[in-house]
């Protein structure tokens, strides 16, 4: 079992940045592939990250290649989401995720333990 708590989330206006952190509950931390999702109401939630357990492999949405950075540190028990050049699609719900295994899955069907979310705001 984990417990996920993100942090960071707010308003900014476009083309700014912001990054959002995840600390997780546990000594196992080490052994989770991690996950930042996001959903808008109405649609359904969809990755916009993902990061192996040793951080060596990750895996973007097209909409976020180049603008959004995952990454973690097992030592702190924290992933990060990285949001720089934001646009004001990127508005959502933004949820950290962790599952047992070893590479980036992106299937959010895949990951059993979640955080209770943390809203972004991109202004016009």
């Known amino acids: 079992q984990v417990q996920l708590v993100e942090s960071g989330g707010g308003l900014v206006q476009a083309g700014g940045s912001l990054r959002l952190s995840c600390a997780a509950s546990g000594r196992t931390f080490s052994t989770y592939t991690m996950g930042w999702f996001r959903q808008i109401p109405g649609k359904e939630r969809e990755c916009v990250a993902a990061?192996?357990?040793?951080?060596?492999?990750?895996s973007y949405a097209e909409a976020v290649k180049g603008r959004f950075t995952i990454s973690r540190d097992n030592a702190k028990n924290t992933v990060y989401l990285q949001m720089n050049s934001l646009k004001v699609e990127d508005t959502a719900v933004y949820y950290c995720?962790?599952?047992?295994?070893?590479?980036?899955?992106?299937?959010?069907?895949?990951?059993?333990?979640w955080g209770q979310g943390t809203q972004v705001t991109v202004s016009s």
């Open positions: 995720a962790a599952r047992r295994g070893t590479y980036a899955n992106t299937d959010k069907d895949e990951y059993p333990y």
């Open positions: 990061i192996s357990w040793s951080g060596r492999s990750t």
